[in-house]
Protein backbone atom coordinates (compact mmCIF):
# COMPACT_ATOMS: atom_id res chain seq x y z
CA UNK A 1 0.00 0.00 0.00
CA UNK A 2 1.34 3.30 -1.01
CA UNK A 3 1.84 6.04 1.74
CA UNK A 4 -0.17 8.47 1.61
CA UNK A 5 2.46 11.58 1.44
CA UNK A 6 3.64 10.09 -1.94
CA UNK A 7 0.43 10.12 -3.66
CA UNK A 8 -0.88 12.58 -6.39
CA UNK A 9 -4.43 14.00 -5.68
CA UNK A 10 -5.86 11.81 -7.95
CA UNK A 11 -4.46 8.42 -6.38
CA UNK A 12 -5.33 9.74 -3.10
CA UNK A 13 -8.79 10.86 -4.75
CA UNK A 14 -9.55 7.18 -6.38
CA UNK A 15 -8.68 5.43 -3.39
CA UNK A 16 -10.31 7.31 -0.79
CA UNK A 17 -13.45 6.93 -3.39
CA UNK A 18 -12.66 3.05 -2.96
CA UNK A 19 -12.49 3.35 0.93
CA UNK A 20 -16.06 5.10 1.05
CA UNK A 21 -17.47 2.39 -0.94
CA UNK A 22 -16.24 -0.25 0.63
CA UNK A 23 -17.59 1.64 4.21
CA UNK A 24 -20.58 2.17 2.69
CA UNK A 25 -21.87 -1.30 1.55
CA UNK A 26 -21.48 -2.40 5.13
CA UNK A 27 -20.11 -5.67 4.58
CA UNK A 28 -16.65 -5.10 6.49
CA UNK A 29 -16.06 -6.59 9.83
CA UNK A 30 -15.40 -4.14 12.51
CA UNK A 31 -11.82 -3.80 12.89
CA UNK A 32 -11.10 -3.09 9.21
CA UNK A 33 -13.65 -0.70 8.98
CA UNK A 34 -11.91 1.03 11.69
CA UNK A 35 -8.41 1.00 9.87
CA UNK A 36 -10.24 1.79 6.49
CA UNK A 37 -11.79 4.70 8.47
CA UNK A 38 -8.25 6.10 9.57
CA UNK A 39 -6.93 5.44 5.83
CA UNK A 40 -9.71 7.62 4.67
CA UNK A 41 -9.14 10.41 6.72
CA UNK A 42 -5.81 10.49 6.41
CA UNK A 43 -6.61 10.46 2.18
CA UNK A 44 -9.06 13.46 2.44
CA UNK A 45 -6.69 15.55 4.79
CA UNK A 46 -3.80 15.02 1.85
CA UNK A 47 -6.48 15.73 -0.81
CA UNK A 48 -8.02 19.03 0.60
CA UNK A 49 -4.12 19.79 1.11
CA UNK A 50 -3.29 19.07 -2.43
CA UNK A 51 -6.18 21.53 -3.18
CA UNK A 52 -5.06 24.51 -1.01
CA UNK A 53 -1.93 24.08 -2.71
CA UNK A 54 -2.53 23.84 -6.39
CA UNK A 55 -4.96 27.33 -5.24
CA UNK A 56 -2.26 29.25 -3.98
CA UNK A 57 -0.46 28.74 -7.37
CA UNK A 58 -3.09 29.97 -9.55
CA UNK A 59 -2.71 33.31 -10.80
CA UNK A 60 -5.33 35.56 -12.64
CA UNK A 61 -3.32 37.38 -15.31
CA UNK A 62 -4.02 41.24 -15.25
CA UNK A 63 -4.53 43.37 -18.30
CA UNK A 64 -3.80 46.75 -19.66
CA UNK A 65 -6.51 48.68 -21.37
CA UNK A 66 -5.10 47.70 -24.73
CA UNK A 67 -5.08 44.05 -23.78
CA UNK A 68 -1.57 43.07 -22.97
CA UNK A 69 -0.79 41.41 -19.68
CA UNK A 70 0.68 43.33 -17.14
CA UNK A 71 1.09 41.09 -14.35
CA UNK A 72 0.01 38.64 -12.11
CA UNK A 73 -2.41 38.86 -9.32
CA UNK A 74 -3.26 36.47 -6.60
CA UNK A 75 -6.44 34.25 -6.90
CA UNK A 76 -9.74 35.34 -5.59
CA UNK A 77 -12.62 32.91 -5.42
CA UNK A 78 -14.89 35.05 -3.77
Do not use: W
Not at 16 to 36: A, H, M, N, P
Not at 39 to 61: D, F, M, P, V
Amino acid sequence: MKAVGEMSFEEALKELESVVGQLERGDVELEKSITLYERGAELKKHCEAKLAQAQTRIEQITLAENGTPTGTAPFDAG
